[in-house]
């Protein structure tokens, strides 16, 4: 990991400097980086002597542009005019009373995702399957640039990043492909590429997650305040002692994590940045911490995240950009008692699909049917991400960006039909199904309870229609109370779960329907 000094050197030699007293970029501004394009106004800030003017200028090969700011208590803050996509341009930044400037160079315009969460998004390109491959394309596409913050905690709100992994940088295969878990997202850059070669116009990629990090931990404490979290430490690996198997699976269930402490130091100093949307790939480390509270937690802080990249970026930032996440993909094929089944489900805010009432303008990349119990990272971390990012690719142009003939959802229930023997699935498209066995359960509660594991019964799948599946249910004695779909850590192998989209590309995801 890159340490702050050499971190600041880095930063340095990416800027023409004239003289750089007291006048400098905030932390994640440099050379090669990619600002938000219009309709969209980029905000870019920095620091210089106070009372001192700051001039700013953007040329490029059409246009050029000028603005100015006056600095307050050290600092100056500069929104630009809307600047349509592509480049380079430079931007330069200048303090009269120093006559100090600064020059950045091979700026571009385009649109911004930050990519966030735990160890399956810190996951590189270099531990993807077919590894070589992804990395000998990285420099074909010189357009997507990629940033990464530093790891660092915080017990108080941070203005700006107190450390930078990778400062904004054309891709190269080193540069993807570092040690595991560290850089560069795997998830994020193949978003970022496949998004890339649908929109044609460049696109800027922040990185900014931990492994093994609960979802508290990212969450300003006004939004755990709103699921009942009160500020405390969280012992996510000691209340997970199902993890001892594999140190790679460790990472995913770090040790305590003080609540609030990474959206203090990481997304905190991030919210004056324009960006276009957000993508989320954690959940395994509250698995086993806060999990019952996760249908709340997880909606509140995209809420939250929202509301505060809306407000620093004076209304630029759209309050309800597009957010899309993973549901987590598979770990323990013997268990059921690991909380992944309920994690998924809470993803959804217990809806079983996304967008939906609770969570709207967001989008949901299944990955139940990608397990990997081949993974030199342990089967916690399956290396086929390219098919996570063509999924949450195929979310983001139908939500963000608005393609209305992109499919981007699995097949789901909208009507459930029982009479004496059977019971009759409708689903909302049509479907291509294999037949199982045990991938449906229904609930014959004795007590009038659906909690206990005993009490759901393994239906075959008698019947497969075009958007229909028929099931007989009579070894339950009395109605059934409620049925359940993949409800189980590891359901299938790798694509071959039971039911897909007709072109069999996107999954059913699990689901949970209650008949009372």
Not at 102 to 123: H, K
Request: glycine share 6%; aromatic share 12%; hydrophobic share 40%.
């Amino acid at each position: 990991m890159l340490t702050p000094v050499i971190v600041w050197l880095v930063l340095s030699a990416l800027t023409t400097v004239s003289s750089a007293e007291k006048l400098r970029f905030a932390s994640y501004y440099g050379s090669h980086m990619v600002l938000q394009k219009a309709p969209a106004r980029a905000v870019v800030w920095g620091y210089g002597e106070t009372g001192a003017d700051i001039e700013l200028s953007l040329s490029g090969s059409h246009n050029v542009n000028a603005n100015s700011a006056h600095v307050v208590d050290g600092i100056w803050r500069i929104t630009l005019s809307p600047v349509d996509a592509g480049g380079p341009y430079n931007l330069i930044i200048s303090q009269t009373t120093t006559n100090s400037s600064i020059m950045l160079t091979d700026v571009l315009f385009g649109d911004i995702w930050l990519c966030g969460g735990q160890s399956n998004m810190a996951f590189t390109v270099g531990q993807v399957y077919n590894a070589t491959e992804e990395l000998a394309m990285a420099s074909k596409f010189p357009n997507v640039r990629i940033f990464q913050a530093a790891l660092e905690q915080s017990r108080v709100e941070l203005d700006d990043l107190a450390g930078v992994e990778v400062p904004w940088s054309r891709p190269t295969a080193k540069l993807l492909g570092e040690k595991p878990f560290t850089h560069y997202s795997a998830v994020c850059w193949l978003f970022g590429r496949y998004l890339y070669q649908t929109l044609n116009y460049p696109i800027g990629l922040v990185e900014s997650c931990w492994g093994g990090t609960p979802v508290e931990a990212w969450s300003a404490p006004r939004a755990l305040d709103k699921c009942g979290l009160k500020s405390s430490t969280s012992s996510v690996f000691h209340s997970n002692p199902a993890v001892q198997s594999n140190f790679w699976e460790n990472v995913a269930y770090s040790a305590e994590w003080n609540h609030s402490v990474l959206w203090n130091a990481m997304i905190h100093p991030l919210l004056n940045m324009t960006i276009k949307g957000a993508l989320w790939y954690q959940g395994e480390a509250n698995s086993g911490y806060n999990r019952d509270k996760y249908n709340c937690s997880f909606p509140a802080m995209i809420d939250d995240w929202r509301m505060a990249f809306h407000q620093g970026s004076e209304g630029q930032t759209a309050i309800d950009f597009p957010f899309g996440f993973v549901q987590l993909s598979t770990w323990e094929k013997k268990s059921s008692q690991d909380g992944f089944r309920e994690i998924r489900w809470h993803q959804t805010a217990d809806y079983g699909f996304a967008p939906n009432k609770r969570m709207k303008n967001t989008f949901m990349a299944v990955a139940i049917d990608l397990p990997d119990g081949k993974s030199p990272w342990g089967s916690i971390h399956p290396r086929f991400k390219q098919d996570v990012a063509h999924r949450l690719v195929l979310g983001a142009r139908a939500v963000a960006y608005g393609e209305k003939n992109v499919s981007f959802q699995g097949p789901y229930p909208v009507l459930a039909q029982i009479d004496q023997s059977s019971l009759k699935i409708t689903f909302n498209q049509k479907l291509s199904a294999t037949q199982s066995e045990n991938a449906f359960e229904i609930c014959c509660p004795v007590n009038q309870t659906c909690s206990e594991d005993s009490q759901w019964i393994p239906v075959p799948m008698e019947k497969l229609g075009t958007n229909y599946i028929l099931m007989p249910i009579k070894q339950c004695p009395i109605k059934p109370a409620a049925l359940r779909y993949l409800w189980r850590d590891w359901p299938c192998d790798f694509k071959a779960c039971p039911i897909y989209s007709s072109d069999r590309v996107l999954p059913t995801p699990p689901f949970l329907i209650n008949f009372s």
